[in-house]
């Protein structure tokens, strides 16, 4: 049979999760192979295997059926029985060698393996004779002696025992202490019958001094029979000078030094001596002395049933050193898991793992890398060393094929390669150069273990196992404290959110309540005064203001604010309003933004976005540290900006500045309604008085007849846009109008003491259509200073925004300049009378209609008649007079429906 390393072994188990987990059990020290059925076991069966591990039932061929076959092959395989079946009687004709019935544990298995490597190397006679008390103790232990001594199968084997015993006696001096346990036991019980005193003590001398485990015989009077020589290396007690004596005292003079917890192995030897009935267990300490190291020793001590020295006790003394400072370093190991449990940061976790890697485990030198968000390398977290490690510099690692990244990415264990397999690479040469030997454990996608020894060129298994048991910790503990951040970032959201929507619905209840203010408000100054009175209510605003855009110095009039407001920038006077490329420049203050891009501007920390700008500095200094302004919007126009300031930084989130840019819109409504309820009442506007470049022949005209153009009506629905006017003065000649570009027979309607009333014809569509866009009025023109330029008056309703106005006319003429701008009230306008025209009359009735009226067909006597006002429209007579009679009914009509819906 091969040794450990290269041990064959062939696990058969239909449970596939159960036959991974013993391949897992066993992969570190044999080469083990897996089947899934009998049939796969017989395939995969072949001379090299050395040990089969064979579950009883399963589906297909039995286990007791694989057995069967196996033992016909010419092999000197071990066979164990692995089952959940309790054994009966039917075992005792089955050729395994070992039965172990589920469930087992890993230790399990390797105990018997190791036993049945041991028994391979005996000679046919003794596996057989082990093999026979293998079935014999399973039976015995699971049914009762009654049963047993009635049984003939249970009979029949016990006689092939006895006989091949006398066999293979030759054989027991080379027994283990596990097998050689069973073979004395078996010997004490039988011994007397089958030899006589001399030669039974001689062959178990013999056997026992080759033992390494110590053992002691006491007769039944308390004296010491029998010692063997591991006795003497363990106890540090001549065998030669006990014999004979009284153990009791042996006891007391040499074990008091010898602790077993609270008590000494002097104690436990009292004890057991005053109790020969007893059996007595205990671990016990073998302190440290100047020849060897401390040592724990497992102490058992039970009677003895049969033979000779029935009556008396036999002890056993297990050198259990390495096995328990493996268990007080799982203890440790515990420990450190508690630790880490409660750990609350990426660092502690990390400085308590190295420290334990070094203080627990007995590493050298111990690191943790992890990874850096920002950079995705892996990078040092924590590291601890032994007082003689010199200090060891750790690199960063980002990629390739390093054992460090490997083992990251790959989530696999790394070690340190036997130097023939070894590549002088870069990426792992300085680990080479800084350790003798090394090991990496992965930590999942938290990051990598490290441990090393400078001084040890191999890693036991056994700190490997522990090291593996610490970094599934440490990942573990990671993973914990990553979730527990998440945790704490998503309450902090959650109170975040929760503080949003308090705050928001402080500013949606502000809101209904300005709501009801702007319903109420008589005026516009009222309205404005009130909502930022409202808004210095809220906690979270320090000062508020509105202003509105004077187009005249083109800068943000401030007309209304907060009493607490300490600052305010209201425009920008060095930047053109119309500037395009300036429309969103963060250097101009908030409100001038908000106004040009007609929409929300936010500045959400004044400290962090600093840009060095004038208003910016201003903020900073009055206590400002966030700012949203909103345009006051109605519809298309913008009637002003509503600023507000809070001294927190990121005070407003995105649903604040939706709540204030909805208020915006509520404040714009509510201004435009003022404005119209002042229109109706009042019929009034604002009387602009613009200057532009002429297109349409008309500064010709005014300027060669040296007189104003009084405007009467415009009509845009016509193919010819018309303007209906009246001019007076001494040049105001047929003449005149011709030298102009004007036929005077189809221009002058009639000619009065009051003027000439004309029907002039504009030459370029876009000028009365963007002069009287929203209800606007022309009232006059005028001569300008320049010949090519006009002057024209016109009459703004209160409803309109003139800034909107004038930049929509700067669109054509973007030489326009304002002259003048005066609110005016009067009773009845053009603009009104204009306005139920519209609505009466088709396009041509209008044009009929105003041409009679100003060529005085109206007039008694008539100025002109029929016949002449339907020359200069270019229609028929009767024509004329049809379309005369239609608009005087809807006209009267319109009025008279009018009137009834006033009364």
């Not at 007082?387 to 989530?411: A, F, H, M, N, Q």
């Not at 350790?435 to 990496?440: A, D, M, P």
């Not at 005085?856 to 008649?865: I, T």
Request: glycine letters at 4%; hydrophobic letters at 35%; charged letters at 25%.
């Amino acid at each position: 049979m091969t040794q450990n390393g290269n041990t064959k072994i062939l696990v058969v188990e239909d449970d596939q999760n159960l036959a991974e987990l013993y391949a897992e059990w066993l992969a570190d020290r044999y080469v083990v192979e897996t089947a899934y059925s009998g049939e796969e076991a017989l395939e995969a069966f072949d001379a090299t295997v050395d040990i089969v591990l064979l579950d009883r039932m399963m589906p297909g061929l039995s286990g007791g059926e694989v057995l069967t076959r196996l033992r016909q092959y010419e092999s000197n395989c071990q066979v164990v029985i692995v089952s959940a079946v309790t054994p009966d009687f039917d075992i005792v004709k089955m050729g395994f060698d070992a039965y172990l019935e589920k469930p087992v544990e890993a230790d399990d298995l390797e105990d018997v393996i190791s036993q049945m490597l041991t028994r391979a190397e005996y000679n046919e006679d003794l596996q057989e004779l082990f093999s026979l008390i293998e079935r014999q103790s399973t039976l015995e232990a699971v049914m009762e002696a009654d049963t047993l001594e009635t049984s003939p199968k249970y009979q029949a084997l016990t006689d092939q025992i006895t006989e091949l015993e006398d066999k293979v006696e030759r054989y027991l001096q080379n027994l283990p202490d596990r097998d050689f346990r069973v073979a004395i036991e078996r010997l004490q019980r039988t011994a007397a019958e089958r030899r006589e005193q001399q030669q039974y003590q001689s062959l178990t001398e013999d056997v026992l001094d080759t033992s390494q485990e110590g053992v002691i015989v006491i007769d039944r009077d308390g004296q010491v029979v029998w010692a063997n020589e591991t006795t003497e290396e363990l106890l540090g007690v001549d065998r030669d000078d006990i014999q004979g004596s009284d153990y009791s005292r042996i006891a007391s003079e040499s074990y008091q030094e010898y602790p077993s917890g609270e008590q000494t192995l002097s104690d436990l030897v009292t004890h057991s001596l005053e109790n020969m009935n007893s059996e007595v267990e205990a671990i016990v300490r073998i302190p440290e002395t100047a020849s060897k190291e401390q040592q724990w020793l497992e102490y058992w001590s039970g009677p003895i049933q049969t033979g000779l020295y029935a009556g008396g006790r036999i002890e056993h003394y297990h050198n259990i050193t390495e096995r328990y400072a493996y268990e007080q370093q799982l203890e440790d190991l515990h420990a450190v898991s508690r630790d880490l449990m409660t750990a609350d940061s990426e660092r502690s976790i990390g400085e308590t793992v190295t420290t334990a890697a070094v203080g627990e485990l007995g590493f050298e030198f111990a690191a943790i890398y992890t990874r850096e968000e920002n950079t995705g390398r892996l990078v040092p977290l924590a590291h601890a060393s032994t007082e003689d490690v010199t200090e060891i510099d750790l690199p960063t690692i980002s990629e390739g094929d390093t054992p460090v990244w490997t083992t990251y990415v790959t989530r696999t264990e790394q070690l340190a390669p036997d130097d023939e397999d070894v590549v002088d690479t870069r990426s792992s040469q300085w680990l080479a150069e800084e350790f003798s030997s090394w090991r990496l454990y992965s930590l999942e996608s938290e990051g990598v273990l490290l441990v090393g020894m400078t001084t040890t060129p191999e890693i036991s298994s056994r700190k490997n196992k522990l090291a593996k048991t610490l970094a599934a910790n440490a990942a573990s503990a990671f993973e914990r404290t990553a979730q527990e951040a998440a945790l704490r970032q998503r309450d902090q959201r959650l109170n975040e959110q929760n503080e949003r929507l308090t705050r928001l619905d402080r500013i949606n209840t502000l809101i209904r309540s300005i709501s009801a203010t702007v319903i109420s408000a008589n005026t516009r100054e009222e309205l404005e005064q009130e909502v930022c009175n409202a808004l210095a209510h809220l906690d979270l605003i320090s000062g508020a203001w509105i202003g509105k855009k004077d187009i005249n110095t083109n800068t943000i009039e401030v007309r209304a604010k907060t009493d607490s407001l300490q600052y305010q920038k209201v425009g920008a006077n060095d930047t053109p309003a119309d500037d395009n490329t300036q429309r969103s420049n963060s250097t101009l203050p908030p409100a001038e933004r908000a106004y040009r891009i007609e929409g929300s501007v936010v500045e959400s920390d004044l400290m962090t976005a600093r840009s060095e700008t004038e208003w910016e500095q201003d903020a900073l200094k009055n206590g400002t540290n966030s700012i949203v302004a909103v345009p006051l919007q109605s519809e298309a126009s913008i009637l002003g900006v509503l600023e507000v300031h809070s001294k927190l930084p990121n005070a407003f989130a995105e649903e604040e500045v939706t709540a204030l840019t909805e208020l915006g819109q509520i404040i714009g409504h509510g201004i435009s309604a003022l404005r119209q309820k002042a229109a109706l009442l009042s019929g009034g506007g604002t009387i602009l008085e613009i200057q532009f470049e002429d297109d349409t022949g008309l500064a010709t005209l005014v300027s060669d007849m040296e007189t104003d153009l009084e405007v009467l009506n415009v009509v845009t629905e016509s193919p010819d846009h018309l303007l209906f006017a009246r001019v007076t003065g001494e040049n105001v000649t047929p003449e005149a109008f011709e030298a102009a570009g004007f036929d005077p027979e189809t221009v002058i309607l009639s000619d009065s003491r009051n003027g000439i009333y004309c029907k002039v014809p504009v030459r370029n569509s876009s000028f009365c259509e963007k002069l009287t866009d929203q209800g606007v009025a022309i009232n006059q023109i005028t001569n300008a200073s320049e010949s090519n330029e006009i002057v024209v008056s016109v009459t703004v309703p209160f409803t309109v925004d003139v800034g909107e106005y004038l930049s929509s006319l700067r669109e054509d003429y973007s030489d326009l300049t304002l002259l003048s701008k005066l609110d005016s009230e009067r009773g009845e306008t053009n603009t009104s009378l204009s306005a139920r025209l519209d609505g009466a009359l088709t396009a041509r009735q209008e044009e009929v209609l105003q041409t009679a009226l100003y060529a005085g067909y109206f007039n008694w006597p008539r100025d002109a008649d029929s016949t002449s006002i339907a020359k200069t429209l270019d229609i028929a007579q009767s024509t004329f007079n049809q379309h005369l009679r239609a608009a005087e009914s809807n006209l009267l009509t319109t009025l008279s429906t009018s009137q009834s819906i006033v009364s």
